[in-house]
């Protein structure tokens, strides 16, 4: 079945800890992102890779890092998250630019 | 860079009826312009996209307008039905090889649809 995974779905953590969030998908995709979605703020996007080790900032990446190794993941990394990082966390990937973009199920991140 | 405003931001209708959420983008390199739905709890899913060569798309009850010297874009659902209720995102992206792939969405309409 052609999805794209996420893990974990549920995260507290206190300030400070650093925390990963995967993203695998099994589609081939070239083009991985990773959003944030806030009440009111709709979806924004953190970062984008269009290919392996091509990664590039969207419209709010700071406090955030990624890293594309491999084709299939596209893992979130905070190396020291802050309350303002709590969010409902999405990953998704495309075959190409136009192409329908495939969300994952979400991450719900709690940062105390 | 690119702003995408979106109203209104709750709308409620009659089953049956037509709703109309609008959007409008800052950027006029944008060239792609993709609506999502999403319903309570899941994930965002693509219902259908325009590309600023194409000023109107259809797929069965909805469809999609487009006026680039405005800058403004429009989801149209006609005869509305209680699975329409959900949250609907509009986007836009500069689309091309150098281009990368930014999208940028609006905040979000909630359609709730009364039966």
């Known amino acids: 079945e052609a999805q794209v995974t996420q893990n974990p779905r549920y995260l507290i953590t206190v300030t400070g800890k650093k925390l990963t969030v995967t993203c695998s998908q099994n589609m081939n995709h070239e083009y991985m992102s990773w959003y944030r979605q806030d009440p009111g703020l709709g979806l924004r996007q953190i970062y984008y890779?269009?290919?392996?080790?091509?990664?590039d900032k969207g419209d709010v990446p700071e406090g955030y890092k990624v890293s594309r190794k491999e084709k299939r993941n596209f893992p979130l990394i905070l190396e020291s998250p802050s309350p303002n990082q709590t969010s409902l966390y999405f990953c998704?990937?495309?075959?190409?630019?136009?192409?329908?973009?495939?969300f994952g199920p979400g991450t719900r991140l709690t940062v105390l | 860079g690119e702003n995408v405003e979106q109203h209104p931001s709750t709308l409620s209708v009659q089953e049956g009826d037509s709703a109309v959420i609008k959007c409008t983008y800052s950027d006029s390199a944008s060239n792609y312009f993709p609506w999502y739905k999403q319903e309570l709890g899941k994930r965002p899913q693509l219902i259908i996209d325009?590309?600023?060569?194409?000023g109107e798309k259809k797929d069965q009850r909805i469809a999609v307008t487009l006026n680039k010297t405005a800058k403004h874009f429009s989801l149209h659902i006609t005869e509305t039905q209680p699975e329409d209720s959900a949250v609907y995102f509009c986007?836009?992206?500069?689309?091309?090889?150098?281009?990368?792939?930014?999208?940028?969405f609006g905040t979000g309409t909630r359609l709730a649809v009364r039966p």
């Open positions: 325009i590309r600023s060569n194409v």
């Open positions: 890779s269009m290919n392996v080790e091509v990664t």
């Open positions: 998704a990937s495309k075959r190409e630019p136009s192409d329908t973009q495939y």
């Open positions: 986007a836009a992206s500069v689309r091309g090889k150098s281009s990368g792939d930014k999208l940028t």
